[in-house]
């Protein structure tokens, strides 16, 4: 049982370039999320999943877009990066009871550097 | 506003010096209040859900504490493998909302 796994650990873009990350979990769990933490900044939602097929925006989407075409996956894309979406990225899954998710698990995180 | 607020910042403790973290939060209709780990470098790990005012759970020694307004993280005799960062949230719809972190550093 892996929990959640992300891929990359780390990666290092020049500005314009388009990355994907990928987040995997094998827990079943219905709901799944991105965050970024920055120093100073705590973590903070970019997109959320309810379910395969659905998506949602958090407190920091623009520049990012995600797809979760399966339930184990959700993928997180940049389509031309930026200097100001060095990060480091985590994923998060979590089930869900009377509707609401419940506690998030993270998976190891992705640092990615902009140049 | 739904927010949660995590006090004090940083903590500097001796080993074997107790404290307690605060986590005050203002989510309307809170159904649960968890507690996380986050080693640097690392993803956090979930420590403890409370779900209800005089709530209380253990874990080594770590005990966490839930009122109408408020939870504690208390560490009786901590050592410095409790030196990390620790993050309250409380859920939101389907989302949670975290604090800030407590980043406690426990000097051998």
């Known amino acids: 049982n892996a929990g959640v796994t992300q891929t990359p650990k780390f990666r290092v873009l020049k500005t314009g370039q388009s990355m994907t990350l990928l987040c995997a979990q094998d827990m079943n769990h219905e709901y799944m999320y991105w965050y970024r933490q920055d120093p100073g900044m705590g973590l903070r939602l970019i997109h959320y999943s309810v379910g395969e097929g659905t998506t949602a925006k958090g407190e920091v989407p623009d520049g990012y877009n995600v797809s979760r075409l399966k339930k184990q996956n959700f993928l997180l894309g940049l389509e031309s990066a930026a200097p100001s979406q060095t990060s480091v990225y985590f994923c998060?899954?979590?089930?869900?009871?009377?509707?609401?998710?419940?506690?998030?698990?993270f998976g190891p995180g992705t640092r990615l550097t902009v140049l | 506003e739904d927010q949660v607020t995590q006090s004090p910042e940083a903590l500097r403790l001796q080993e074997g010096e107790s404290s307690s973290l605060n986590c005050s939060y203002t989510v309307s209709g809170l159904r649960g209040l968890f507690w996380y780990r986050q080693d640097p470098g690392k993803g956090p790990e979930f420590l403890f859900t409370?779900?209800?005012a005089g709530e209380e759970k253990e874990k080594e020694r770590l005990k966490a504490t839930l009122t109408k307004k408020e939870s504690f993280l208390h560490i009786t005799a901590p050592k410095p493998e409790d030196s990390a960062t620790y993050l309250c949230a409380a859920p939101l719809s389907q989302k949670l909302v975290f604090g800030q972190g407590t980043r406690l550093t426990i000097n051998p």
């Open positions: 409370l779900y209800s």
């Open positions: 998060a899954s979590s089930y869900v009871r009377g509707g609401a998710g419940l506690e998030q698990f």
